[in-house]
């Protein structure tokens, strides 16, 4: 363990904001050292100037960085959304990328892998969208066969239309039943701009019941994408971007002492998400060093009235 931990740039910033950095704070001492430097990220805050949102990519960043957006329920990373996810769609499609279709199909799919262990941190990559057909059950007699997740070979595919074994999945919200190949375009489509991602939702929350954190979902829900090489916004050290569906609070469904305990969590889940990413990472200088995090009240939906 090393005894540097990441700097928190949290001066003058809302005690909100300050309580979801403090929870990044105590999940750094997580971190290893890799030799040249910490798997933890230090953090930089940027906070909307003159009523306009701080760009969130830097064009001349010195070392690695990834971009932390408020998003919403929508899990979507579009124009529409205004603010800083609105910022960051418009410089991800000036260079190639299309994130108001494969962010949020993306984020539905990790966001149902990690519903299944929440408070861990699960990873999603191409080959995690392909169903998978079971081995066919023994047989208990000769009258009784095994089954596999396939639909009658008389059915026809929902994309192609083209008849045969056919495997049902979920892909974009819905209950599919589509052919290899169409299964693998789909997969292939949606990883066209990103090589993996990680992410998390929130569990054993103090002062949240089991039961409404999972009502909540997916607030609480964070998902770190990593770009590829060649369609990075401004420069090839803006690496990846952290989706995190932000508490909504203006129409005060959430009590402050719930509000606050989900900004902590989110603090520690990022933290443990980067950790996760770069611990994966084979050489340190492929680990992210610097994220610059939107402040989350900077828009009136992300402010508590009682905080």
Not at 216 to 233: D, E, H, K, M, N
Request: proline share 8%; charged share 15%.
């Amino acid at each position: 363990l090393v005894g540097d931990w990441p700097t928190l740039l949290v001066s003058q910033l809302p005690s909100p904001v300050c309580a979801m950095a403090s929870a990044a704070s105590r999940s750094a001492p997580l971190c290893a050292s890799d030799g040249e430097g910490l798997a933890q990220p230090s953090f930089t805050f940027l906070e909307a100037e003159g009523g306009l949102v701080a760009e969130p990519f830097q064009r001349t960043p010195s070392r690695p960085t990834a971009v932390v957006l408020p998003g919403s329920w929508r899990l979507s990373v579009a124009r529409r959304d205004g603010g800083a996810c609105g910022a960051a769609a418009e410089a991800l499609g000036n260079v190639g990328q299309a994130p108001e279709a494969r962010f949020a199909a993306l984020h539905e799919a990790l966001l149902r892998r990690c519903a299944e262990a929440p408070g861990e941190v699960r990873r999603l990559q191409a080959t995690c969208l392909l169903p998978v057909v079971p081995e066919p059950l023994p047989s208990l007699d000769a009258d009784c066969t095994g089954t596999v997740a396939a639909t009658p070979a008389a059915a026809s595919c929902g994309w192609c239309g083209a008849a045969g074994d056919l495997l049902c999945g979920h892909w974009r919200g819905e209950d599919v039943a589509y052919c290899g190949k169409c299964w693998q375009y789909c997969a292939d489509w949606a990883f066209k701009d990103s090589e993996f991602m990680f992410g998390m939702v929130p569990n054993d929350i103090q002062g949240v019941p089991p039961l409404r954190l999972a009502a909540l979902l997916p607030t609480g829900f964070v998902a770190l994408s990593s770009f590829r090489a060649g369609v990075r916004p401004l420069s090839d050290l803006n690496v990846g971007l952290l989706y995190v569906v932000v508490p909504h609070a203006k129409d005060s469904r959430l009590s402050l002492a719930e509000f606050l305990a989900l900004l902590q969590a989110i603090g520690s889940s990022i933290a443990k998400v980067f950790l996760e990413f770069n611990m994966s990472q084979q050489s340190p200088s492929e680990h992210i060093k610097v994220c610059r995090m939107c402040l989350f009240g900077s828009e009136e939906s992300h402010r508590h009235p009682a905080a």
